[in-house]
């Protein structure tokens, strides 16, 4: 089969002829239709001591159809998505993680982050079938590749706590900020305000749901927020994890409000806890998912697959892949970038 290979750091993707997975006991092999380029993926191979390893291939958001199972319930012709966590060794003839820990296991392996445990950056991946859910009829396999991301959404509003009616700052209108948005509004927020830099992906949020954009160049952030809901947040989330970003939502937040940190700060950041302690706030620090969120995630689908489909802004070859991949390390107004295998 054909599959996309990282080489090294400062190297493009390889696309090479890798041979094609076989399920194993408890095990399904997809046929892939699409997978999501994520922004996990540019970290993993970015120069430093955390990169993953050479020959890796990479692809976490996946959706595509059976063509082998030896797990219960599965069968050639049935489309699915993966929750991309492998089990450990000591929990795989369970099918699951026994203490229900998912991710957040440090034993466990994600999909596509490790040679052991090929991604969908390839015509073919490997699953458990416990780790496999049935996309809904009606949704089409370009909306279901992005359940991944959008259970990332999911996840980090559950765990804000009640949103029915509040005041939301999202910062930040990538592809987890714009599943922060779809959920927010579908949990009952009032007021879903991004704040985005960049034109297209602010315009984008407000197409998918959020209330409004606001370019944080522009002005007072909070002079801006005020202005569109009359108050400062009350709920805020984070989605893009460079450095000073956390303080300003602190700097923003309103008493006793509740901040989500879901994007990923790679560096050492700077916090003046003084700030925060005033305001009697709580930080909310989130990781990826649980099996509970794709199934959020497969609802929304099912309820808005057309709406979320917007997230997409481009689809690609293998022959497209490696520089539409380096690509996205620069500043750019993608929100989600697909891999069809069947484009050769």
């Not at 090479?16 to 399904?28: M, S």
């Not at 309103?254 to 050492?268: A, D, K, L, N």
């Not at 917007?310 to 390390?329: H, K």
């Amino acid at each position: 089969m054909k599959a996309a290979v990282f080489a090294g750091p400062g190297m493009p993707l390889q696309i090479e002829q890798r041979p094609a997975p076989r399920a194993e006991p408890g095990e399904i092999v997809l046929r892939v239709a699409y997978c999501g380029i994520c922004g996990s993926d540019l970290h993993a191979t970015e120069p430093g001591p955390s990169h993953i390893p050479a020959g890796t291939v990479l692809g976490h958001e996946f959706a595509g159809e059976v063509v082998e199972s030896r797990a219960a319930g599965w069968a050639p012709g049935d489309r699915a998505i993966g929750i991309p966590v492998w089990p450990c060794d000591d929990c795989r003839a369970e099918g699951e993680c026994r203490d229900r820990l998912g991710i957040h296991c440090p034993n466990s392996r994600i999909v596509g982050m490790s040679p052991a445990v090929p991604g969908g950056y390839a015509e073919y991946v490997r699953l458990g079938g416990r780790q496999a859910l049935r996309i809904p009829d009606g949704v089409d396999d370009q909306a279901a590749a992005l359940a991944e991301p959008l259970a990332v959404g999911a996840h980090a509003v559950r765990m804000a706590g009640p949103l029915l009616g509040r005041r939301v700052l999202v910062v930040g209108a990538g592809p987890i900020g714009i599943a922060v948005v779809l959920f927010a509004r579908a949990a009952g927020a009032r007021d879903v305000v991004v704040s985005e830099i960049d034109p297209v992906r602010r315009d984008r949020a407000v197409r998918l749901g959020a209330t409004a954009g606001v370019d944080p160049a522009a002005g007072a952030l909070d002079a801006a927020f005020r202005g569109l809901t009359g108050g400062p947040p009350e709920i805020l989330f984070e989605c893009v994890g460079a450095p000073g970003l956390l303080q300003q939502c602190i700097e923003l937040a309103s008493v006793r409000s509740c901040v989500v940190i879901v994007g990923v700060c790679r560096t050492e950041d700077r916090l003046i806890p003084r700030r925060a302690v005033l305001k009697e706030l709580r930080l909310q620090f989130v990781l990826g998912y649980v099996p509970e969120d794709f199934a959020l995630a497969l609802d929304l689908l099912r309820a808005k697959g057309a709406e979320a489909t917007a997230m997409i802004s481009r689809v690609v070859s293998f022959a497209e892949l490696p520089d539409a991949f380096e690509a996205l390390r620069r500043p750019n107004p993608h929100n989600k970038v697909l891999l069809d295998p069947s484009r050769g």
